[in-house]
C-alpha cells in the first residue's frame, strides 16, 4: 500500500524555524509532482509549495522567501524548509503526490505546526 507519512511538526515560537519531510513509500520513479500544503482550523485548505521531478519549485505568496521545498529522490523524500514562522502559520501540513500508478493522488495524514507569538 502506498503511503506518505510526514513528520517534524511541533511547537516553536515566531520567527523559529521548522523543517518537515514527508517519506514516500513509493518510488521516485513513480512520482511526477509533490507538494505541501496547509488546513488550519476554520479555513480551506491551502498550497504552500510544490515541486516538480525536473526540480522546478513554486510557491505561494505567503510563504515565498520564508519556505523552502525540496526532495531528496535517493531517499524517496520531500521536504519544507520553514523558516521565520508566525503565528498565521499555525496549521496541519499534509504532503502530496501525483504519481503514474493509480489512483495517482497521494496524500499524507499531516503533521501539527504551532507557531506562539
Known amino acids: 500500500q502506498v503511503q506518505l507519512v510526514e513528520s517534524g511538526g511541533g511547537l516553536v515560537q515566531a520567527g523559529g524555524s521548522l523543517r518537515l519531510s514527508c517519506a514516500a513509500s513509493?518510488?521516485?520513479?513513480?512520482?511526477?509532482?509533490m507538494s505541501w500544503h496547509r488546513h488550519a482550523p476554520g479555513k480551506q485548505r491551502e498550497w504552500d509549495a510544490s515541486?516538480?521531478?525536473?526540480?522546478?519549485?513554486n510557491y505561494a505568496d505567503s510563504v515565498k522567501g520564508r519556505f523552502t521545498i525540496s526532495r531528496d529522490n535517493a531517499k524517496n523524500t520531500m521536504y519544507l524548509q520553514m523558516n521565520r514562522l508566525k503565528p498565521d502559520d499555525t496549521a496541519v501540513y499534509s504532503c502530496?503526490?501525483?504519481?503514474?500508478?493509480?489512483?495517482?493522488?497521494?496524500w499524507g495524514q499531516g503533521t501539527q505546526v504551532t507557531v506562539s507569538s
Open positions: 502530496y503526490a501525483r504519481a503514474t500508478i493509480e489512483p495517482f493522488d497521494f
Open positions: 515541486i516538480s521531478r525536473t526540480d522546478n519549485r
Open positions: 513509493l518510488s521516485s520513479g513513480s512520482i511526477n509532482a
